[in-house]
């Protein structure tokens, strides 16, 4: 039986006013949407910095969990579960106590707005300091039990390293636009998100490029065998709505990158 720990005992209160903003992530090769990233805004549209930098350590909790009930809420208001894509939502590791007793709001959520489980993406950002993986892996075996995905987000920035990406079971990794910025001009980057897209090939995990802003980006990323992509080049955030999307003008075949290939793609790094 699930118990509460401490920071549920008082239940919920959304320690700020804010809202969400909405970002696809596109199938460039189906030229279909895959997923909206909720992205917290103020109340009127203002920066997600403006509400980040109220979080404290005493409210962590409550604006975690807020979160999830405002994107999932809004999300349904706006009928994306009727378009096939799923949501993808940005938690703290930090702010879960108890995996299982944490998940009961966001579960309690879904099923009053009816918005499918095995539609909803959790992703976490490996750009910030974990300091306890074993905690991380619990929270991801509970989110599997209910039909979640996890997402490792801002893959190859920050704290982020292989170590993470070999040991936590997750379903999807977002490279960092560090990565993907000016790819084009970068042969080794180049080599390395190709290597990146045949390893998740192999594991059967789920690789996003993002912070995709020029056509140059687009098409390297396109060589490199990546399908899922997330930039200002397709949509802009746009608050409380799902943006329209711009698909670049086709014409680069994305090529299938083999597990084979990785010592080929290793050694040109050297």
Excluded: W
């Excluded at 490792?152 to 993907?180: C, E, P, Q, R, T």
């Amino acid at each position: 039986m699930t118990t509460e720990c401490s920071a549920c005992r008082g239940g919920v209160v959304k320690p700020m006013d804010f809202s969400m903003a909405f970002q696809p992530i596109v199938n460039v090769e189906s030229r279909q949407v895959y997923a909206y990233e909720a992205l917290v805004r103020g109340p009127k549209g203002e920066s997600a910095y403006s509400v980040l930098s109220q979080v404290t350590d005493e409210n962590r909790y409550s604006f975690d969990q807020s979160c999830r009930v405002q994107a999932i809420r809004l999300a349904s208001e706006l009928r994306l579960q009727d378009t096939g894509a799923k949501l993808s939502i940005n938690f703290l590791p930090g702010a879960v106590y108890s995996p299982a007793a944490c998940i009961r709001l966001t579960l309690e959520t879904a099923r009053e707005v009816q918005f499918p489980c095995d539609r909803l993406i959790f992703e976490f950002t490996a750009a910030e300091e974990l300091s306890n993986p074993r905690h991380l892996q619990a929270i991801a075996n509970e989110y599997h039990k209910h039909g979640f995905a996890i997402a490792i987000d801002d893959f190859g920035a920050g704290y982020a390293n292989l170590s993470l990406f070999a040991d936590l079971s997750a379903n999807a990794v977002k490279i960092d636009m560090a990565l993907v910025r000016n790819l084009h001009l970068r042969p080794k980057s180049q080599a390395l998100i190709r290597s990146f897209v045949a390893v998740c090939a192999q594991f059967g995990m789920t690789l996003v490029a993002e912070g995709i802003e020029a056509e140059d980006e687009y098409t390297a990323l396109r060589e490199c065998g990546v399908t899922l992509m997330q930039g200002y080049l397709f949509a802009k955030p746009a608050f409380e709505q799902l943006p329209s999307v711009h698909f670049p003008t086709p014409g680069i075949p994305v090529p299938r990158i083999s597990a084979a290939l990785l010592p080929a793609i290793f050694t040109n790094l050297i």
